[in-house]
């Protein structure tokens, strides 16, 4: 897995229902935003796409609305392998991990979520990989 070192020219983002205000962060070590399992998280997630941020907001378990937040890594960052190769060739979601906290800069306000068909669709594919088993690598 590439460890990414220029992320100056990058903007990221973070989907979430968190309530975040700028100057925060986001620490690995606490509950994880798409797993019912009583576990802590070792790692925070990012992208480089807003697209893949909106599913993030709107899949997020918890409640109140989606947010997608604009965030700066502080610390090195590597692809995300829950996507990276393994669903898709390359890294076109510009999913990333990192171990260090992200920097909450600011929020997107004007988004727009995907269309209902759409999200049930995910959501019941999601509770099928769940049914076999399958859990988002952490």
């Known amino acids: 897995m590439a460890v990414i070192d220029d992320m100056s020219s990058q903007r990221f983002y973070h989907g979430t229902k968190a309530d975040l205000k700028p100057g925060d962060l986001i620490k690995p070590g606490h509950s994880p935003n798409f797993s019912k399992k009583d576990r802590?998280?070792?790692?925070?997630?990012?992208?480089?796409?807003?697209?893949?941020?909106?599913?993030?907001a709107e899949l997020a378990l918890?409640?109140?609305p989606g947010r997608i937040y604009i965030v700066e890594p502080t610390g090195?960052?590597?692809?995300?392998?829950?996507?990276?190769?393994?669903?898709?060739?390359?890294?076109?979601?510009?999913?990333?991990?990192?171990?260090?906290?992200?920097?909450?800069?600011?929020?997107?306000?004007?988004?727009?979520?995907?269309?209902?068909e759409a999200l049930k669709?995910?959501?019941?594919?999601?509770?099928?990989?769940?049914r076999q088993g399958v859990e988002p690598i952490d």
């Open 121 to 130: 669709n995910m959501k019941d594919n999601l509770e099928r990989l769940r």
């Open 62 to 64: 918890g409640e109140g």
């Open 40 to 56: 802590t998280t070792t790692y925070v997630y990012l992208t480089g796409t807003l697209d893949a941020a909106v599913w993030g």
């Open 76 to 116: 090195p960052i590597t692809d995300d392998p829950n996507l990276t190769d393994k669903k898709y060739p390359g890294n076109p979601t510009k999913s990333f991990r990192s171990q260090e906290p992200l920097r909450v800069t600011g929020e997107v306000t004007d988004w727009q979520g995907h269309s209902p």
